[in-house]
């Protein structure tokens, strides 16, 4: 397939992803996706426990980025399980830091942060790298390059924030600021495009107190935002330029979200300059420093129909079905909702 119709094709299908989820999402209908009975009570009801679309769209994040990181190593020949193993490894380090890093910064044992992901991620990335590439040696393995592999990573972790943002939008996290409360040149350029939120049980309402209030669309930005840096970064990652690859991808996204905490409101911790932009800025300064040091280490040059050959693999289609079900059960069971859930037969139906 050609480059530029590979970019046009993921263009399309997340143009009429956005279009259909920034419409729908912030309604009260999109944030459980199932009440499950869990415990009875006295009285005949149960106690249900809520799964959450937020769940859904995090396991979907992650099932692309994973895809996406199979398909660009699988472009410069590196084998499927060698990726695979680099993906259950970092992941196995990213997923649980989500959690970890948003309870020490805002105090919240119930929060996630994909920035506290991203940056344990891309610290322990050429640990993990060079780890792994001793023992594909010890198996007579190709190994994997560094720098190719950093790139591909950050590409597909800016595919994923794009998909992520979803669930923000759908549990009413991560929210903007009220747009009155915006300068004037900001009002108007972003009122036609705000979002009212609606339902008690959102985060925006719950906390922020914003419910039916137009506000700052910031997360729906930081998605269009997200996958046009993740296009930028695919296409020079198939020109060979790896290193500017994973500059440009991470040093677009983290700009950008040094620059959206500004139009937030949800609390992210102490500080006018939040430990998130902090971390943003070192994420930057440490790629910029990365693509000095690390070597290519490939002089194969990208083939998009290897990557995609390498996607078709029974192995790596189990692989990311199991991903998808731990990510969907460890983030989607909500720990901040509950449920009544009340059983009774339709006695005109028997």
Known sequence: MNLWIFLLCIALCFAGLFCWSFSVLPKE???????VPWLKQSNGEWLGV????YGFFIAVACVVASAFVVLMLGAIHIRVGSSLMLIACILGLCLPSARVMARS??????SFTSNGALFTGLLSAPLVIAGANRIFEALSMKPVPALPMLAAASVAFAYGEGLGRLACISFGCCYGKRVDQLSPALRRLLEPIRFIFWGETKKVAYEGRMEGVPVVPIQALTSVF???A???????????YFGPSLVVTIGATQLWRIAS??????????GRFTAYQFMSL?????????VFVLPVQTDALPDLGAGFNALWNPGLLVFLQILWLIVFIYNGRSSVTSSTVSIHIHWNRI
Not at 50 to 53: A, E, G, Q, V, Y
Not at 230 to 240: C, D, H, Q
């Open 29 to 35: 209908r999109w944030q459980i996706l199932a009440s």
């Open 50 to 53: 809520n799964i959450t679309f």
């Open 105 to 110: 910064i805002e105090n919240k044992p119930f």
């Open 226 to 228: 997200s996958v046009l």
């Open 230 to 240: 993740a296009m930028i970064g695919t296409w020079l990652f198939f020109k060979s």
């Open 261 to 270: 905490e500004f139009l937030r409101a949800d609390y992210r911790g102490e």
């Open 282 to 290: 070192a994420m930057i300064i440490y790629v910029v420093g990365a």
